[in-house]
C-alpha cells in the first residue's frame, strides 16, 4: 500500500522560531513531493514542491529538505510567524504515470505562537 | 479570476438520501480530482479524472460515484451505500505534467 507517513501530529513553536516537519514514503517511484497549507475551513493551497534530482528547495522562509536514500523529505519554517499557524500536509505523486494522483500525509497541525 | 468553486459550502442530508456536491474550474486543467477530508485527518482520494468521459476510482471510491461529461465539471454523487458520509469534501484539479493541484474551498457535508 502507498504511504506517506507525517510527523509530528501537532507542533508548538515560539514566534521567530524554526518549524520542522518530517514525511517518509514508501513507494519508490514517486517523484514529485508538495507541500500544501490548510487555514480551518479552506482547502488545501501549495505551498513549495520538490522533485527527486534536488536535495533542497527554498522559498522565501519555507525549505524542503529531501533524502533519497533514506526516502524522507521535511519541510522547514523559518522565522516561524503567527499567520503560519495553520495545518501542514506534505504528498507524494508520479507525474508521469498514475493520473498525478496524491497520496497525502496525515497532517501537522502547528501553532506559532506570539 | 480562475479557480475551483465547489458548492454548497455546507450541506446537510438525511441518511438514506443521496447527494450530489458541485465542482467547477475554469483554469482549463485536464486533470480533476476528489478527496475526503475527516477530521485530524489527511486527504484520502475517491475518485479522479484525467479526461473528459473518463474516470477512476481511487482509495476510497466505495459509496460515491462521478462523471466528467465536461473538462470543467466533474461533480461527486455521495450515494446511501456509504456507510460514514459526513465528511469535508475536497475537489482539485491540476495540469497533467506539473503535478501541481489546486483546490476549492470545499462541502462539508453532514448527514442526519
Known amino acids: 500500500q502507498q504511504q506517506v507517513k507525517q510527523s509530528p501530529q501537532s507542533l508548538i513553536v515560539q514566534k521567530g522560531g524554526i518549524s520542522i516537519i518530517n514525511c517518509a514514503y514508501e513507494?519508490?517511484?514517486?517523484?514529485?513531493f508538495p507541500w500544501y497549507q490548510q487555514f480551518p475551513g479552506k482547502g488545501p493551497a501549495l505551498l513549495i514542491a520538490i522533485r527527486p534530482d534536488v536535495s533542497e528547495k527554498k522559498e522565501g522562509r519555507f525549505t524542503i529538505s529531501f533524502n533519497k536514500s533514506a526516502k524522507q523529505f521535511s519541510l522547514h519554517i523559518m522565522d516561524s510567524q503567527p499567520g503560519d499557524s495553520a495545518t501542514y500536509f506534505c504528498a507524494a505523486g508520479t507525474l508521469v504515470a498514475a493520473g498525478n494522483k496524491l497520496t497525502f500525509g496525515g497532517g501537522t497541525r502547528v501553532l506559532v505562537k506570539p | 479570476d480562475g479557480g475551483i468553486t465547489q458548492s454548497p459550502k455546507y450541506l446537510f442530508r438525511k441518511e438514506g438520501q443521496n447527494v450530489t456536491l458541485s465542482c467547477e474550474q475554469n483554469?482549463?486543467?485536464?486533470?480533476m480530482y476528489w478527496y475526503r477530508q475527516d477530521p485530524g485527518q489527511g486527504l484520502r482520494l475517491i475518485y479522479y479524472s484525467q479526461i473528459v468521459n473518463d474516470f477512476q476510482k481511487g482509495d476510497i471510491a466505495e459509496g460515491y460515484s462521478v462523471s466528467r461529461e465536461k473538462k470543467e465539471s466533474f461533480p461527486l454523487t455521495v450515494t446511501s451505500a456509504q456507510k460514514n458520509p459526513t465528511a469535508f469534501y475536497l475537489c482539485?484539479?491540476?495540469?497533467?505534467?506539473?503535478?501541481?493541484?489546486?483546490f476549492g474551498s470545499g462541502t462539508r457535508l453532514t448527514v442526519v
Open positions: 513507494n519508490t517511484a514517486f517523484d514529485y
Open positions: 482539485a484539479s491540476s495540469i497533467r505534467s506539473t503535478g501541481k493541484a489546486t
Open positions: 483554469l482549463n486543467h485536464d486533470a
